[in-house]
């Protein structure tokens, strides 16, 4: 079964740092370009970050650009974000997306259930 | 950054009836338009691609047309399991950009 299971959500304070992670498991991961997505509560759908299967291409959203890094260990089929000096409105439950082609990115046909990440002191 | 609008934002629908959600983008996107639906508590879930490819799986009473800046996601006969929150998203450039939602409710 495609699958991505995300973790290490969970209550940080405004200046600390949290690093989610998200486990691949029934495709081939280091083929896909892979994504973070978050959902504030009661709100809609924001792109974070962006990296392709080879890590050499990486984007972020401007509301997180220089704060959260994206990476990934192919070898370990598992794909990281990590969250520096959060802030209050990266509250939020954080997924991993996959790419769906190997081609133009930025169709998500892979989800994981989600990571929840509150930011408070 | 590309801003994305849909309307209606809300909705109330009947079973059978045949819907329609309306995205427009604030520049061309040629057909660069996905559809995802969102349930409550649940993952977003891909509905179609490139304006009006159906994703594998999803039932045919999804469609979607479009291309530019104007989208329509169309479900012909609407059933039960399709009462969820509806986005638009552009992957035309970055940041990849979301439409606002629409949420269909039971009339």
């Known amino acids: 079964e495609v699958q991505l299971v995300e973790s290490g959500g969970g209550l940080v304070q405004p200046g600390g740092s949290l690093r989610l992670s998200c486990a691949a498991s029934?495709?081939?991961?280091?083929?896909?370009?892979m994504n973070w997505v978050r959902q504030a509560p009661g709100q809609g759908l924001e792109w974070v970050s962006y990296?392709?299967?080879?890590?050499?291409?990486?984007y972020y959203a401007d509301s997180v650009k220089g704060r959260f890094t994206i990476s990934r260990d192919n070898a370990e089929n598992s794909l990281y974000l990590q969250m520096d000096s959060p802030r209050d409105e990266d509250t939020a439950m954080y997924y991993c997306?996959?790419?769906?082609?190997?081609?133009?990115?930025?169709?998500?046909?892979?989800w994981g259930q989600g990571a929840l990440v509150t930011v408070a002191s | 950054a590309i801003r994305m609008t849909q309307s209606p934002s809300s909705f109330s629908a009947s079973t059978g009836d045949r819907v329609f959600i309306t995205c427009r983008a604030s520049q061309d996107i040629g057909s660069y338009l996905a559809w995802y639906q969102q349930k409550p508590g649940k993952a977003p879930k891909l509905l179609i691609y490139a304006a009006s490819t159906l994703q594998s799986g999803v039932p045919s009473r999804f469609s979607g047309s479009g291309s530019g800046t104007d989208f329509t996601l169309t479900i012909s006969c609407l059933q039960s399991e399709d009462f969820a929150t509806y986005y638009c998203q552009q992957y035309y450039n970055y940041p990849f950009t979301f439409g606002p939602a629409t949420k269909v409710d039971i009339k």
């Open positions: 029934g495709f081939s991961f280091s083929s896909y370009h």
């Open positions: 997306a996959r790419d769906r082609s190997s081609g133009w990115p930025g169709v998500f046909d892979i």
């Open positions: 990296i392709s299967s080879s890590s050499l291409t990486i």
